[in-house]
């Protein structure tokens, strides 16, 4: 894949576009053209990118066979909980995660139950 393709795809998975991306780190959106036409940013602001994005700037560069699939990726429930999860408000994700952390804590001293003996 080439770095326009990456970024492009990086960038539809973060929920923003590469004109966002440009603007906020060169301060003009013209250059996302000269990206998408197969031009590279500098290094500094492919750094700027990456942590605009939340990603690596080795992610910019990585081919097809690099990348998992996201059909695949989770069953079905998995894909539930996160079409869910991306629907709350952010007062309701912190409760959802809440209720995680305490069931996930449960699950773990539950497990300990076969592991202690009677004394």
Do not use: W
Not at 1 to 20: K, P, S, V
């Amino acid at each position: 894949m080439t770095f326009a393709e990456n970024i492009n795809r990086i960038c539809a998975e973060r929920g923003t576009n590469l004109t966002a991306v440009v603007k906020a780190v060169k301060g003009s959106s013209s250059f996302t053209t000269q990206i998408n036409k197969g031009s590279l940013p500098k290094e500094h602001e492919m750094l700027e990118m990456a942590k605009i994005l939340n990603c690596s700037v080795m992610d910019f560069f990585a081919d097809e066979e690099d990348l998992e699939p996201q059909e695949n990726a989770h069953d079905e429930d998995e894909n539930d909980i996160l079409r869910v999860y991306r629907s709350l408000s952010r007062r309701a994700k912190h409760e959802f995660m809440s209720m995680v952390y305490e069931f996930e804590n449960r699950n773990e001293l539950e497990g300990d139950k076969d592991k202690t003996a009677a004394v």
